[in-house]
């Protein structure tokens, strides 16, 4: 287990933390993996899904951020990530695994995407989001 990172740490703290060198182009390619399988876990899991907002932003249209989610619909949405994850991945969350608490790193990419759908769609452009972080 690694220590936990703030979802608002860079992609490069993000790798340095797990060990990986951000130059390395095989890290790429892990951090490719992390981002496709929270970009899937967000389009099948949380995409569209009002009854998964806070009560505060029950009115909201999409795109969601992170926040407008519940605590509980979000920590599914990692937990699912987990359960879905290929052997490879899964050697990574692990050293994200937190008692009481959601995987940090998983936490930290799916964060990042939803804050890339509601950057990317918020402005009007259509962002694939594979493409971005």
């Known amino acids: 287990m690694t220590a936990p ?48 907002l806070r009560a505060e932003y029950a009115g909201q249209e999409p795109p969601y951020a992170a926040a407008h989610f519940t605590a509980e619909a979000f920590s599914s949405v990692v937990r699912y990530i987990y359960s879905r994850a290929c052997s490879r991945a899964k050697a990574y969350y692990d050293r994200g695994h937190v008692p ?15 804050r890339w759908i509601e950057l990317g ?6 962002i694939d989001i594979r493409n971005v972080l």
């Open 100 to 114: 009481q608490g959601d995987n940090w790193v998983i936490s930290w990419m799916l964060y990042h995407v939803c």
């Open 121 to 126: 769609v918020g402005v009007g452009i259509f």
């Open 5 to 52: 990172l703030i979802r608002s740490a860079t992609k490069r703290q993000f790798l340095i933390q797990l060990g990986l060198d951000p130059n390395d182009g095989r890290t790429q390619e892990i951090y490719w993996m992390f981002k496709d399988e929270a970009t899937r876990a967000y389009e099948t899991q949380l995409q569209g899904r009002r009854d998964l």
